[in-house]
């Protein structure tokens, strides 16, 4: 069975913003914008690299303390994922004057990503004596997570007077 069309008066998408947004809706003057701006706390790609790292040294030193033979595989695991995010964040870090020059250098930086990562991966049975695939992915897994912890943690807004923009 096929459903019947929509009458002509009852279209699926709004033909206006306005439909869109409501009439209550008040676009923001370019100070109420500033202001709403400052009282965000920006999480930057080096906060969570910064993050990453913490996360890191506290899985190293717990696996030093209960599996020492562990250790090694725990901390490449880490630095797999970490110094891939640290070159991201450094690529991402550098400002382009177009919006299309940022996005396809996001991609380009993603790519470069990637990349070292499956290297990095590909490399551990050569620079890990004793590897444990799984204290690697544990490692690689928990220190790439620090992403939604980071974001989860973040502070929604800074306290100021001038948060209130109604």
């Keep these: 069975m096929s459903q019947a069309p929509l009458p002509p008066e009852k279209t699926a998408w709004p033909d206006s913003p306005d439909d869109v947004f409501g009439p209550d809706f008040k676009p923001l003057s370019a100070e109420q914008a500033r202001q709403w701006r400052q009282g965000r706390v920006t999480l930057t790609p080096w906060r969570i690299v910064a993050w990453q790292v913490a996360v890191a040294v506290g899985l190293v030193l717990v696996a030093l303390v209960g599996w020492p033979v562990l250790a090694g595989s ?8 970490v110094v891939p995010a640290a070159l991201m964040a450094h690529g991402l870090s550098r400002r382009r004057a177009q919006d299309a020059a940022t996005l396809a250098g996001f991609f ?8 070292l990562t499956v290297a990095l991966l590909l490399m551990a049975p050569r620079w890990v004596p004793g590897l444990s695939w799984l ?3 544990a490692g690689f897994v928990v220190t790439m997570k620090v ?11 800074r306290k100021s007077a001038g948060n209130d923009l109604n």
């Design 108 to 115: 380009v930086w993603e790519l470069a990503k990637v990349a």
């Design 74 to 81: 725990v901390a490449y695991g880490a630095v797999a994922s």
């Design 135 to 137: 204290a690697l992915l």
């Design 147 to 157: 992403y939604w912890l980071a974001m989860w943690l973040q502070p929604a807004r």
